[in-house]
């Protein structure tokens, strides 16, 4: 058997597989509507943990003097976060009350945890700033031995293609722009797709091409349980939402209240 033949069977192999597992669930910005949460909180991270999640989706900036934080908008309570000092910027709170998270205090809590990561470099201004949190976001991840189970994402070109050259053959890192066809991806070398429900919907042939080229297909942020199930007839293999719990009962066949659909109600 030569080396090609070995490489397509691992390569259907490692697809069978993840046929046979579903679609995974990824809690977006952790479990952040579940009770005492809040988007990208601590306590967000370990609820999505909590419920058996299987990865928890966060984001991440760099302050103007070089630190690392956990925080999806580009600014907390008007503190903007990459032209501010980082002591203005973690001096603010989460709606939970939490003070805005270190990368470092959040991976430092996730190393207690058995979810996976998936880590999202936010857009910078500045390519010095992209490059320099890609190499500390990977430097961090060392420290506390989560090379293994964080991967990445970003919208991001030159630090999407950053990560690939810095991080390690164990991790994932997938474009969220929509803009690149799977075979541009995997080109590139990115481990699959990680695409807006609306593009997928609009080419869901790129889902069986990206599994076709031995990739993967994540799709955000899917909230819907008519999303979700189509997500699931059509082979996603990672689905993100803010309703990990839905995803969760659609996936299982029973279907429950959540902390999610009761405080939709509730609007």
């Known amino acids: 058997m030569n080396i090609n033949r070995i490489f397509a069977f691992v390569v259907l192999m490692s697809l069978a597989v993840a046929v046979m ?6 809690a977006h910005r952790g479990y952040w509507q579940a009770p005492g949460s809040a988007q990208n909180s601590i306590r967000a991270l370990v609820k999505a943990d909590s419920v058996g999640c299987y990865a928890s989706e966060f984001d991440v900036w760099i302050t103007a003097d070089g630190v690392l934080v956990v925080n999806h ?39 207690t945890l058995p979810i996976r990561l998936v880590c999202e470099l936010k ?7 992209e490059r320099k949190a890609v190499k500390d976001i990977m430097a961090l991840v060392k420290k506390y031995g989560l090379e293994d189970r964080t991967d990445y994402i970003t919208f991001s070109c030159d630090a999407f293609r950053e990560f690939i050259r810095q991080a390690p053959e164990s991790a994932g890192v997938y474009y969220l722009e929509g803009n690149y066809v799977p075979s541009q991806i995997r080109h590139m070398g990115g481990a699959g797709i990680d695409y807006y429900i609306g593009v997928l919907k ?57 902390p999610a659909r ?6």
């Open 262 to 267: 009761a405080a939709a109600a509730a609007r």
């Open 123 to 129: 857009v910078h201004d500045s390519r010095a700033q």
């Open 202 to 258: 609009k080419y869901p042939e790129w889902i069986d091409e990206c599994h076709s080229l031995g990739m993967y297909v994540n799709v955000w942020t899917v909230n819907k349980p008519e999303d979700m199930q189509w997500c699931i007839d059509h082979g996603v293999d990672f689905i993100t939402t803010n309703d990990p719990e839905l995803l969760q009962s659609l996936l299982s066949g029973k279907v429950s209240d959540t």
């Open 21 to 26: 597992a579903g679609s995974k669930v990824v």
């Open 73 to 111: 908008d580009a600014d907390v309570n008007g503190v903007v976060i990459a032209s501010s000092a980082a002591h203005e910027v973690l001096a603010q709170r989460l709606s939970n009350g939490e003070h805005v998270p270190t990368l470092d205090a959040y991976l430092a809590t996730a190393a």
